[in-house]
């Protein structure tokens, strides 16, 4: 039986997106995004960022390769999903990914002509 697993998340990439094609010609994108959150302790203002790492595929992957880029803004629908892995010396490792069913895209042709004509800084990103 499976259980619910949806993610949907909005953030700004953290570098280009990486894209491959598995042995049988199968799209595979990869990129990070950073989501911005905050909240009150102690009648202060906390700010947090969390970096989460997307991986989409085939048609998606290939759009996501060639219209994304470092500090584009997206939302992401998509599920969770556990890697697992031993390293050479046997200690064993895990990492959470999300696998990104949809993306939307939400930069506004403006900003994406500003964008376009100079390159964001990092301080622009976050």
Not at 16 to 35: H, M, R, V
Not at 80 to 94: A, I, P, T, V, Y
Not at 115 to 121: I, K, Q, R, Y
Request: charged share 30%.
């Amino acid at each position: 039986m499976n259980n619910f697993n949806l993610v949907i998340l909005e953030g700004r990439l953290t570098k280009d997106p990486e894209i491959k094609y598995t042995q049988n010609g199968t799209a595979l994108c990869k990129f990070s995004i950073a989501n911005n959150s905050a909240y009150y302790r102690n009648e202060e203002l906390q700010e947090e960022v969390t970096f989460v790492e997307v991986t989409t595929w085939s048609k998606l992957a290939e759009q996501c390769g060639e219209y994304l880029k470092k500090g584009r803004r997206v939302i992401v629908n998509g599920r969770l999903k556990q890697n697992r892995w031993n390293d050479s010396e046997g200690s064993s490792h895990s990492k959470i990914i999300l696998v990104g069913n949809r993306v939307h895209f939400l930069d506004t042709k403006r900003e994406l002509e500003k964008n376009t004509e100079s390159e964001l800084s990092d301080s622009e990103i976050f």
